[in-house]
Nanobody, 113 residues
Framework: QVQLVESGGGLVQAGGSRRLSCVAS????????MAWYRQAPGKQRELVAS?????RTNVADSVKGRFTISRDKNTMYLQMNSLKPEDTGVYYC?????????WGQGTQVTVSS
């Protein structure tokens, strides 16, 4: 199995920056790709950014140019710059491994205007 633990959330002012981390443990060599999702109150969970184990990345249009996804060994990062109030939500780490998907517990990011 793969376990995921996120950290780095908190309260930040609009225009500020924040870096989220996701540490994977367990069967990390079976991971094919990892991703960040977020869920705002009353909205569906949406994909923010993803990265494959060979480093191919994809970023949602809504955060392109502001957010950067990266990975170092068993830790995935989401660097968030120029944050907006609409970036507020719970950010979840996801890992696809074999035929399964694992999720972290989520970390709250609140952007104040």
């Amino acid at each position: 199995q793969v376990q995921l633990v996120e950290s780095g959330g908190g309260l930040v002012q609009a225009g500020g920056s924040r870096r989220l981390s996701c540490v994977a443990s367990g069967s990390i060599f079976s991971i094919r790709a990892m991703a960040w999702y977020r869920q705002a109150p009353g909205k569906q969970r949406e994909l923010v950014a993803s990265i494959t184990m060979i480093g191919r990345t994809n970023v949602a249009d809504s955060v392109k140019g502001r957010f950067t996804i990266s990975r170092d060994k068993n830790t995935m990062y989401l660097q968030m710059n120029s944050l907006k109030p609409e970036d507020t939500g719970v950010y979840y780490c996801n890992a696809d491994w074999r035929t399964f998907a694992s999720w972290g517990q989520g970390t709250q990011v609140t952007v104040s205007s």
